[in-house]
C-alpha cells in the first residue's frame, strides 16, 4: 500500500522553499497565520484550499500534493530547525554558522 503524502508538511517545506511567510499566506487565504500553523500540521488538506494556496503560492496543484523530493531535501533542515520561518530564527542559524566556522578555521 502506497503511503499518502502529508500536506501540511507539503505545504510547509514549499512554502519555506519559495521564502514565504507563514503570515503572508494566511492574509492572502483570508485566515490567521495560526490557523495556517495549523493547518501545516495536519496529514490532509482539502483540495479546494489546496487550489487557492497553489493559485495564491502560484504552483501547480500537483507540486503541493507531491514535491519534489530535491526541493524538500533541501528545506527539511531549515523546517526542523525554524518551524515558523521567523527573520529572527534565520539571523540565529546565521550566527551559529559563523560562529562554527570561525572555530574551525582558529
Known amino acids: ?7 501540511g508538511r507539503n505545504l510547509s517545506r514549499i512554502r519555506l522553499y519559495y521564502g514565504m511567510k507563514q503570515a503572508t499566506l494566511a492574509k492572502a487565504l483570508g485566515i ?8 501545516e500540521q495536519k496529514n490532509t488538506i482539502g ?3 489546496l487550489l487557492k494556496i497553489a493559485k495564491i503560492m502560484d504552483v501547480k496543484i500537483s507540486l503541493l500534493k507531491k514535491p519534489d523530493p530535491d526541493l524538500v531535501q533541501q528545506n527539511s533542515n531549515v523546517q526542523d530547525d525554524f518551524e515558523n520561518n521567523t ?7 546565521l550566527v551559529k554558522r559563523l560562529l562554527k566556522n570561525e572555530k574551525k578555521n582558529k
Do not use: F, R, Y
Open 1 to 7: 500500500m502506497m503511503k499518502k503524502p502529508h500536506l
Open 32 to 39: 490567521s497565520q495560526q490557523a495556517v500553523s495549523k493547518m
Open 47 to 49: 483540495d479546494e484550499l
Open 87 to 93: 527573520d529572527m530564527g534565520l539571523v540565529i542559524e
